[in-house]
């Protein structure tokens, strides 16, 4: 079975820096997806970055991106220029490229941004 | 594109009672998913729907869990004989189902509080 580590409980940046969350994952495929979801206090979660296996480079989303390391099954975000809008839970995730893709997730980094 | 929408956001329940939750997921999306969220931890998946169609039930989900998708559209959740573990965040997200590895888009979620 898959399965998805944050090892980060919490985090912190002050406002305008950059920060990175770490996530490790495992599993015996070799196509999959992963995934940076973001849940604010009391509000939706919503897709921040995804990432094809497939794909060697990294994917970018305006200030986030992420560090894709397949080899080591490591998968980090880095959001650049930090703003008091990106405080929330940080969730990885991961989903088979077969079947009905089931997403695991891990169990979240709650990042706090410091004016 | 109204997103995914979730009624009640919050149900108070004593033990022993039944409850029912509803989803209404984005218009064009053919796969329906729900998840159950505890504090602290990342959404579990329980089951996932290709347009009316169950394809696949999570362990976590007992014989008291039933889902159901009429027609494709709307889902229920309903859970029987609520207990106390019951409490939780559940969760419905919708993809397109058109691709692989496509972003699901979660609603509000339900607040589930047995007493």
């Known amino acids: 079975a898959q399965t998805v580590t944050q090892s980060q409980p919490e985090m912190s940046v002050q406002e305008a820096e950059t920060v990175t969350l770490s996530c490790t994952y495992d599993?015996?495929?070799?196509?999959?997806?992963l995934f940076w979801y973001k849940q604010p206090p009391s509000r939706q979660m919503i897709l921040v970055i995804r990432?094809?296996?497939?794909?060697?480079q990294n994917a970018t989303e305006n200030r986030f991106s992420v560090n894709f390391q397949k080899a080591a099954k490591s998968f980090s975000l880095k959001i650049s220029d930090s703003q008091l809008g990106d405080a929330a839970m940080y969730f990885c995730a991961y989903s088979n490229s077969g079947g009905y893709q089931k997403v695991t997730f891990g169990t979240g980094t709650k990042l706090q941004v410091i004016p | 594109d109204t997103g995914v929408s979730q009624d009640p956001r919050h149900k108070i329940t004593k033990r022993g009672q039944n409850v029912t939750f509803r989803c209404d997921p984005i218009?064009?999306?053919?796969?329906l998913y729900w998840y159950r969220q505890t504090l602290g931890q990342g959404p579990e998946f329980l089951t996932y729907f290709q347009n009316e169609a169950q394809l696949e039930k999570s362990r976590l989900l007992s014989d008291r869990f039933s889902a159901e998708r009429p027609k494709g559209s709307f889902s229920t959740l309903e859970i029987q004989r609520t207990e106390q573990g019951d409490s939780a965040m559940y969760l419905c997200?919708?993809?397109?189902?058109?691709?692989?590895?496509?972003?699901?888009?979660f609603g509000p979620g339900t607040r589930l509080t047995v007493l």
């Open positions: 218009s064009e999306h053919n796969r």
């Open positions: 997200a919708s993809s397109r189902g058109d691709r692989l590895g496509d972003t699901q888009y």
């Open positions: 990432q094809e296996a497939y794909k060697q």
């Open positions: 599993t015996s495929e070799s196509d999959y997806y």
